[in-house]
């Protein structure tokens, strides 16, 4: 055939979108589980740090509490995966490290299950409610560690899918996150109010149910506060059964 043809070159081209699109098929069927490892080290990753913090001793040596170290010690500082219903009842037959709180956030509140991990460390039992809400552009997610009382935090992790870079992306950061420690979720009336991101805030006063917002991001704040309280609110049933609970003592 002549190389020179017409034909020669819609065959030629043919054949190389086959081949690139076999090769691309391949790559990604291989790597399908190596991305689903990275998936749940990095959950493990954002769960442990609400109440680790970024580092941890292993060993005897200080080292960075990375995808890898997590998926080490998850187990050992995670005593309980539950799955609740909207009533608060443990659901023995959902794994609760499965749940896509995105597909559930489809579903009415009644049909929905909520995930929550019981967990100790140096001694103290923590909480810790994964989060999923809308940011300015796209969902925003994360985790909240509370303390024994169900009422104070003991810290955060914050992501998004896509805010915008130096504003609302900033809910990433450690200096937004660290805001959060020692906040607490119920007001002085015992009502779970979360922790309010508010635009101009600056008492910097802990246990009063607010921080200050991010400059130019009210609206990724604000998502951010409707997400804890929204999600929060879901536990309140099951909350209410632990004796040490702010709930429980009212």
Do not use: C
């Not at 997400?227 to 049933?237: A, C, F, G």
């Amino acid at each position: 055939m002549d190389k020179n043809s017409n034909q020669y070159t819609i065959l030629f081209a043919i054949a190389m979108v086959i081949v690139v699109a076999v090769a691309l098929s391949f790559a990604a069927t291989s790597l399908q589980p190596m991305q689903a490892e990275n998936v749940r080290q990095e959950k493990m990753q954002d769960i442990l740090s609400t109440f680790i913090g970024d580092s941890i001793v292993l060993d005897g040596k200080k080292v960075e509490l990375d995808r890898a170290v997590a998926s080490k010690v998850y187990k050992e500082y995670v005593s309980e995966q539950l799955t609740l219903d909207h009533e608060g009842n443990q659901l023995d037959d959902v794994d609760a490290f499965q749940v896509n709180l995105a597909r559930e956030l489809k579903k009415p509140v009644d049909e929905q299950v909520f995930p929550l991990y019981v967990a100790n460390f140096e001694g103290e039992t923590y909480y810790v409610v994964p989060l999923r809400g809308k940011g300015l552009w796209d969902a925003i997610w994360g985790y909240v560690a509370l303390k024994e009382d169900i009422n104070t935090i003991k810290g955060v992790t914050f992501d998004h899918k896509g805010e915008t870079a130096g504003l609302g992306a900033e809910i990433t950061t450690d200096w937004f996150q660290e805001r959060f420690t020692n906040e607490e979720v119920f007001n002085d009336e015992g009502e779970l109010v979360g922790v309010i991101v508010e635009k101009g805030y600056s008492a910097n006063k802990k246990g009063d149910n607010r921080v200050n917002s991010i400059s130019g991001a009210t609206i990724t704040g604000d998502g951010v506060t409707d997400m804890m309280q929204e999600r929060l609110s879901r536990y309140l049933p099951y909350f209410k059964t632990k004796k040490n609970s702010k709930l429980a003592t009212r």
